[in-house]
Nanobody, 125 residues
Framework: VQLQASGGGLVQAGGSLRLSCAAS????????MAWFRQGPGKEREFVAA????????YYSDSVKGRFTISRDKAKNLAFLQMNSLKPEDTAVYYC???????????????????WGQGTKVTVSS
């Protein structure tokens, strides 16, 4: 599976962006889609995920209430709607796909087998 992330850019604090992730093939009922990010000089961190076919979503505490993850399975797409952006959200954002993940590993980057190339988000103050 190949993943293609897009939608990043430069935005002022308080603004919004919508990231998209296109998968090269149909995702299955056991596939979990997620977004991670890596800020300057930081390790890659979990942002959000939609668990398998359940539609249940999970977020990091730092983005809860501001970001929304969704997926359009018919079109092999996943999205990350980011509102009320802050300078600390500046990072390269990566979409990821994990197959047959165990729920306890949802936030662990190592559990995901497929990654997009990343899209850069810069939030100015």
């Amino acid at each position: 599976v190949q993943l293609q992330a897009s939608g990043g850019g430069l935005v002022q604090a308080g603004g919004s962006l919508r990231l998209s992730c296109a998968a090269s093939e149909r995702t299955g009922s056991s596939d979990t889609m997620a977004w991670f990010r890596q800020g300057p000089g930081k390790e890659r961190e979990f942002v959000a995920a939609v668990w398998r076919n359940s539609g249940t979503t999970y977020y990091s505490d730092s983005v809860k209430g501001r970001f929304t993850i969704s997926r359009d399975k018919a079109k092999n797409l996943a999205f990350l709607q980011m509102n009320s952006l802050k300078p600390e959200d500046t990072a390269v954002y990566y979409c990821a796909l994990g197959r047959t993940l165990i729920l306890s590993t949802l936030r662990n980057a190592a559990a995901y087998s497929y990654w997009g190339q990343g899209t850069k988000v810069t939030v100015s103050s």
